[in-house]
């Protein structure tokens, strides 16, 4: 009997083999760690635009206090002006009662 002969032979095959499996494990790697990047890229973003919310909304409270404390003068003004004008309205009012006495 004779023995076959094979075109590859078995430590051909092997270092094939180990080959083969060492790229699916880099393969498997780089797969592994391009998700981890996009994962923590995606969570930066994330936290990235909570405080840009967080800013935009302590920026929002301070317009809207401001606001607010501008109106409150305002309508402290009206006030104090109604009441000058009311004052002004009974001098006018007294002096036409003593223009009709006097004249």
């Known amino acids: 009997m004779s ?17 083969a499996l060492g790229a699916m ?3 498997m790697y780089h797969q ?7 994962e923590l890229n995606n969570e930066k973003i994330r936290l990235e635009q909570e405080q840009m919310r967080n ?6 409270s301070e317009l809207k206090n401001s606001y607010q404390s501008q109106v409150k003068n305002c309508e402290s003004q009206v006030k104090n002006y109604q ?3 009311d004052e002004l309205n009974e001098k006018v009012k007294k002096l036409e009662e003593r223009k009709g006495w006097f004249w």
């Open 32 to 38: 592994f760690t391009t998700n981890k990047i996009m």
């Open 25 to 27: 494990t880099f393969g």
């Open 3 to 19: 023995k076959t002969q094979y075109i590859l032979s078995l430590d051909t095959l092997k270092t094939m083999g180990q080959g």
């Open 83 to 85: 009441t000058q004008v």
């Open 55 to 60: 800013e935009h909304n302590r920026q929002i």
